[in-house]
């Protein structure tokens, strides 16, 4: 997307997980994301939306060096395949991660100040004096009163716990952090006050985030750019407005219509075709796209070819075959397969 | 024991009235439902939205009688059903209710669910519990309820425990569950707020599909304005305790005259002043919503203001002191700002 070099860089990344305790007879390997290339650059904001289930917090795991991968993944100039033993600490510096859930992510008997110092504690070389001076500064920041340094998790509410969190992710002044469904638990109105912290914490800092969340409304007013995941693998991408406005895979359109909006009278007359079922089971693919199964406009090609990406005009990627030009484009592929209709 | 008599003509089929619930801690007594009344016909689908702590899931639970066995909580006020008083009713008359008469969905179904059993034996359970049947009679009527809740391959559905299912389609069993008696009222809380945006809708459309089927009253508890401009004929909102507006849904996002309920939509719509501060805690006088208001003065708003209806055909309830003062923005006024912006509807 970026002629100059990207901050974030992911290619061909699939992380495969085996499935069935060491006891089960039947173990089987499962894709939670299979091949996906994703750039962010500097500053800019990249959501991945999609299903539970679609892969989407995996590869945010998998940036922060949470789960094993397979694939390059590229951050800041370096290759985050490179840190390992005794480096693997210092890759902390170059990511951080805001997680979902404020009551779980952030230690109970830890007060905030504690809390926020301790990726500079094991990090940076500094002094307590210091060290409490950037708590100060890194709650200001965050817009929390600087009382609140000694309070325990317990004594805050959800929008704040959640401030902390951030707080604590920016305190190593990573260049990109990851924010895993990071207003999900919240309130509207509280949502609101954290989502307007992250854009400011953004034009302040330079910061690129990689916001990971399955609320589009959300979505919308934060990223630049979209990437839409089903089932392990990227469907289309490409600039905000554009992908909501004019999505090009009928996923996408799906998820779009799905969601409800708050006006009953444009509500009540959208025409929605709401896609049946649900997310295949993951160690039973299904064959070609992995979406045609639920897909209201599934054609023959679709059941034996899984389709390539395509670039479209509003430089948007896109993995379906309504887009390969033509239709049945992917012929020579098929015709090896000797599965496609009659000629 | 109740009886199970038609309500008589006139008499409305669900009704809360002045329903309080307050909690105990110590000596200090907290309202966390303060005095809310709504009437519910056959048929119909009222939402109840509010943020988290504004005491609208402690409602649904004072209407089931779920309170009754903390020590701690008191409800007051009055629940009728048919014209018959379920507020204050012992335990063995509730039993009796609670299922053919008023039955509940909750927010997240695996713990609803029980684990350890399967999910045609929850079902044959209940129907057996509530109906002279046989057990090869309740089965058949379970695998029945599993397809009227659309879940694909019942007959085999009907044997698995609950971990071995999707999360919509444990909602599904939820579902069924709550309507395998065919009770005249169901209460949901938040059943679709855990699920995908796709399973949301699908959820949706099997309610409103069983509730044109069976006619029940739904009390539909969401904060998601969304939903309830969906599937809602009439809306209420709460905050903090009280029911600060009431309105016919096309009223209340178009002539909205509450300043919570303009707030609240503009977080869900995008473009948006936020909300300042977090919902309240119990404020002793005066307008709740004051100190987060932008509209708010003090010599008007310091003082307790009741529920009154606006001028006007439709009825329309609104807590409010400068209510007739204000020019809210509208769900078409927000609309139009999001189209200057270029935001064009998908």
């Not at chain 1, 951030?166 to 638990?185: G, H, N, Q, W």
């Not at chain 2, 969905?105 to 350890?116: E, I």
């Not at chain 2, 969304?226 to 996002?253: H, N, T, W």
Request: charged share 25%; aromatic share 4%; with cysteine.
């Amino acid at each position: 997307m970026d002629e100059t070099q990207p901050l974030l860089e992911i290619e061909d990344l699939s992380v495969v997980f085996r499935s069935g305790g060491f006891a089960s007879r039947r173990k089987t390997r499962v894709h939670a994301v299979s091949n996906v290339s994703l750039r962010i650059a500097e500053g800019e904001t990249v959501a991945l939306v999609g299903e539970s289930g679609s892969g989407k917090s995996t590869i945010g795991k998998a940036v922060c060096g949470l789960v094993p991968y397979e694939g390059r993944i590229r951050l800041a100039g370096q290759d985050l395949g490179s840190f390992t033993g005794r480096r693997s600490t210092s890759a902390a510096r170059l990511r951080q991660m805001v997680f979902q859930d404020p009551y779980s992510s952030l230690d109970p008997t830890m007060p905030v100040d504690e809390i926020i110092a301790e990726p500079l504690r094991r990090l940076e070389k500094m002094r307590q004096a210091q060290r409490q001076a950037k708590v100060a500064d890194l709650l200001d920041a965050v817009q929390l009163p600087r009382s609140f340094a000694h309070r325990l998790p317990a004594e805050l509410s959800g929008g704040q716990r959640q401030r902390v969190a951030i707080a604590r992710a920016i305190a190593i002044e990573p260049p990109l952090v990851i924010c895993d469904e990071a207003v999900s638990a919240l309130d509207v109105s509280t949502q609101r006050g954290v989502i307007e912290l992250l854009e400011k914490l953004r034009t302040e800092r330079n910061l690129a985030y990689l916001f990971i969340s399955h609320d589009l409304s959300v979505v919308r007013s934060v990223a630049d750019r979209v990437a839409v995941m089903y089932f392990g693998s990227l469907v289309e991408e490409g600039p905000t407005e554009a992908v909501f406005s004019d999505p090009a895979h009928p996923y996408t359109k799906a998820l779009l219509e799905a969601a409800p909006i708050p006006d009953p009278r444009r509500q009540r007359q959208r025409t929605r075709a709401t896609v049946r079922g649900e997310l295949p089971d993951p160690t039973r693919p299904p064959s070609g796209c992995s979406f045609h199964p639920r897909c209201p406009s599934a054609m023959e090609i679709c059941r034996t070819a899984a389709p390539r990406e395509t670039t479209l005009d509003s430089r948007v990627a896109v993995r379906c075959h309504l887009h390969l030009d033509p239709p049945v484009g992917a012929a020579d592929e098929v015709a090896e397969r000797e599965t496609v209709g009659p000629r | 024991m109740l009886t199970t008599a038609e309500p008589a003509a006139g008499v409305p089929l669900f009704e809360v009235d002045e329903l309080s619930v307050e909690f105990r801690h110590g000596n200090r007594v907290r309202r966390v439902v303060d005095e809310v009344s709504f009437q519910i016909g056959p048929g119909e689908t009222l939402g109840l939205v509010g943020e988290s702590g504004s005491g609208k899931s402690m409602t649904a639970l004072a209407i089931m009688g779920l309170l009754g066995r903390l020590r701690f909580a008191r409800s007051s006020g009055s629940v009728r059903l048919a014209g018959r008083e379920l507020l204050g009713s012992s335990y063995r008359e509730l039993s009796a209710v609670r299922g053919p008469e008023l039955a509940m969905v909750f927010q997240d179904p695996m713990s609803s669910l029980n684990p350890a059993l399967t999910i045609g034996h929850q079902l044959v359970e209940t129907l057996r519990r509530h109906q002279k049947i046989s057990r090869r009679a309740a089965r058949e009527r379970a695998v029945e309820m599993l397809k009227l809740a659309e879940i694909p391959a019942a007959e085999r559905r009907v044997s698995a425990y609950s971990h071995e299912l999707s999360g919509g389609m444990r909602q599904r069993v939820m579902i069924a569950l709550a309507l395998c008696c065919r009770p005249k009222v169901l209460i949901a809380d938040e059943p679709t707020t855990a699920l995908d945006v796709t399973i949301q809708a699908q959820i949706l459309d099997l309610l409103r599909g069983l509730q044109s089927e069976f006619g029940m009253a739904i009390l539909f508890i969401t904060h998601n304005l969304g939903v309830v401009a969906d599937l809602c004929d009439r809306v209420a909102v709460m905050y903090s305790g009280q029911i600060v507006e009431k309105a016919p849904v096309l009223q209340l996002f178009e002539e909205l005259a509450h300043p919570y309920t303009e707030s609240l939509l503009r977080s869900t719509t995008g473009r948006p002043r936020a909300v300042r501060g977090t919902a309240a805690g119990a404020v002793e006088h005066g307008c709740r919503f004051a100190d987060r208001c932008r509209y708010a003065q003090e010599d008007l708003c310091g003082q307790e203001i009741p529920l009154l209806p606006r001028a006007g055909t439709v009825p329309h309830l609104v807590r409010c002191a400068r209510t007739e003062t204000l020019e809210l923005d509208t769900v078409r006024a927000i609309a139009d700002d999001e189209n200057k912006v270029g935001a064009g509807d998908g």
